[in-house]
């Protein structure tokens, strides 16, 4: 297998099935590549036993059993190690029976806890009772021992629990009723926990997919989905859901980490939680030899190798610890600088002040030593040694070295600031600034400014600001812009921490100028600069994402549409040019403000149906005539609808986009300008669309026919008032406008009203009353 489809699972099950028609000469590379890659896969190592087995190799298969048995908790491989076992010791007598029992309490004692162990325990039973008793005691023993493997067997929760009680209650009732009655009334209670916990144990384990090869993490669905699963089976069996005594308990919480970890082993948390369980539990030769297990399949992590480390530091084996620092320093060309630091901590904890000391000057010396070793020690000789010279002495030995690093710069400027040393803090700066690259010193300056602002008058304070604008100005073309001053450094200087001079409301129009002013020689679309289309971040230095490609909507075809009639033939559809729909879009579109205002304002069930800033009323009754009575009666017994209030800038902003024909705007512009009543248009007009829902027919209308002369009346009134209203500011949202509108015409009478479901939705409803 190459060495990048390492883990492929897919190549290593073609592997593995080539190999079963293969020779065993043939086969037992190809297992032991396997095994090397999958040291836990059970199923591989169970079909390279039984490859040795067809051909009597004994001795290969004995040692296969001993390198994987302990490591692969799993029943049907320990099944595979039973029946080889009675193979070998089928003809050596008693001698060869004793050999057996023994590989069968072998087995029981590792994966007698297993939930699918029960056909191991009752062919161990079976196995008892064909031993053969030559005089009364040895059959006396050998009841007593298939009893007490009927005892053990029915207070584990296995698939064949209740299997496992009949055949006990036979066997009791076959030796001695009486005695059956008072053993079977004693294990009864122990048999049912043991029932129950089988029933959610169960639960668990049907999660967990027993088929899964052990790969590292590779964060996919499916195995976090295992990785959870087992996290909840252990948590359940740390819970003692049996309440059974502590050491009984362990064993079961020791074998599911086993078993976990033979599809979780390169996972180091599991590692970890599996060793530091059995240290709180006292068991610290456990814990360590889970640790050496852990860094055996993970050489290299760095996590378990100071968890390892921790351990033995703190039960006090520090020649154990240091050794594993040693591992993680290397060979010194390519150690880390945490492993430099890590290290120094541990010899001042267990060896004192000077055996850091010397190590620090020894790791100095390699030219690959980073910064961060510097500023470690300085910090540990002044946070814990209290020795404040020593650690300036060291910063101004890595300031030798480092004085292109703005990070080294910061940390020597926080020690100094410690020491309250604003004069060398002053000069520090100086000579990092005289040094360090523009790109590179944003974060020195901003340090410095605010440094000023701490300990400096307000002089110096200024000063350093303009020093800052001029050293970070950009072009020449932005230089003058740059320097001038802008109300920002005030909010900047006379803020404190999350207290500022000003609103929030403030702030953000501040760095929305901000922003204004650095685009202020690049054209910007009008759409962006609307308040309802985006947002300004505070950030005084970081645009936002402004852009005005999240705004562009796509229209649908206007020229496709028709007015849909159940009754209408094929082909009688009426033309869109010509139809109110399309009229309204046309010239509502060329002045969206009326198209807002009017939309609030014009009720549905007025006496006439009105048409958009005029057209002939002919051919609005053409397309009336096509409105279903059913549909009609529908629109007017919806009731008015309280929605959430529209952002009218998104409205205005889709608006000012349209890219409706140009014909239909030259359309609007010629006819003739007369004001009627009618339906609002919908919010899906106010995007640009032409679509609307149909019209009701006028024939519906014919009683209200014979007020026009006061409506008209009326209609000039109102057309004062509109004009009144629309060289006030214009509300935030259409309800508002509708409101208001009501409001103006109580006088007039006027008994309708429309509400719209959703800002968006272009959903229309009417209501009278």
Known sequence: ?????????????????????????????????????????????????????????????????????????????????????????????????????????????????????????????????????????????????????????????????????????????????????????????????????????????????????????????????????????????????????????????????????????????????????????????????????????????????????????????????????????????????????????????????????????DARKSPSCPYHVYVAYALMAFCLDKDPKVAHNVFEAGLKHFMHEPVYILEYADFLSCLNDDRNIRALFERALSSLPQEESIEVWKRFTQFEKTYGDLTSMLKVEQRRKEALSGTSEEAASALESSLQEVVSRYSFKDLWPCSSKDLDHLSRQEWLAKNIGKKVEKSALSNGSATIDKSPSVPTSNSTSSLKVHHPDTSQMVIYDPKQHPGAAVPPNTTAPAILAASNLSNPMVMVSGAASNPLSNSTVAMADGGSANAFHEVLKGTPPALLAFLTSLPALEGPTPNVDIVLSICLQNDLPTDQAKKSTTIPSQRTTGPAPTTSDLSGSSKSHPIPSSSSFRPRDRQLGKRKDLDRQEEDETTTVQSQPLPRDVFRIRQIQKARGGSASQTGSVSYGSALSGDLSGSTC
């Open 1 to 361: 297998m190459a060495t990048v489809d390492k883990y492929n699972v897919e190549s290593a099950e073609i592997l593995a099935n080539s190999a079963l028609h293969l020779p065993i000469s043939q086969a037992t590379p190809i297992y032991e590549q396997l095994l090397s890659i999958f040291p836990t896969a059970a199923k591989y190592w169970r079909q390279y036993v039984e490859a040795q087995m067809a051909v009597n190799n004994d001795d290969a298969t004995k040692q296969i059993f001993s390198r994987c048995l302990l490591n692969c908790l799993q029943v049907p491989l320990w099944r595979c190690y039973i029946r080889f076992i009675r193979k070998v010791n089928d003809k050596k007598g008693v001698e060869g029976q004793e050999e057996t029992r023994k590989a069968f309490d072998f087995m029981l004692s590792y994966v007698g806890a297993d939930i699918a162990s029960g056909p191991v325990w009752m062919e161990y039973i079976a196995f008892l009772k064909s031993l053969p008793a030559a005089s009364t005691q040895e059959e006396s023993q050998r009841m007593t021992s298939v009893r007490k493997a009927y005892q053990k067997a029915i207070v584990t929760p296995t698939h064949h629990i209740e299997q496992l009680w009949k055949d006990y209650e036979n066997f009791e009732n076959s030796v001695s009723r009486q005695l059956a009655k008072g053993l079977l009334s004693e294990y009864q209670p122990k048999y049912n926990s043991a029932r129950a916990v089988y029933r959610e144990r169960k639960k668990y384990v049907d999660e967990i997919d027993w088929n899964m090869l052990a790969v590292p993490p590779t964060d996919s669905c499916k195995e976090e989905m295992q990785w959870m699963a087992w996290k909840r089976l252990l948590a359940f069996e740390k819970g003692n859901p049996q309440r059974i005594d502590s050491a009984s308990s362990n064993k079961r919480i020791i074998f599911t980490y086993e078993q976990c970890l033979m599809y979780l082993y390169h996972y180091p948390d599991i590692w970890y939680d599996y060793a530091s369980w059995h240290a709180k539990t006292g068991s610290m030769d456990a814990a360590i030899k889970v640790f050496q297990r852990a860094l055996k399949a993970l050489p290299d992590s760095e996590m378990l190798k100071y968890a390892y480390a921790e351990l033995e530091e703190s039960r006090g084996a520090i020649q154990s610890a240091k050794k594993l620092y040693e591992s993680l320093l290397g060979d010194g060309a390519e150690t880390t600088a945490l492993a430099h630091i890590q290290f120094i901590r541990f010899l001042r904890r267990n060896e004192g002040v000077e055996a850091a000391r010397k190590y620090f000057l």
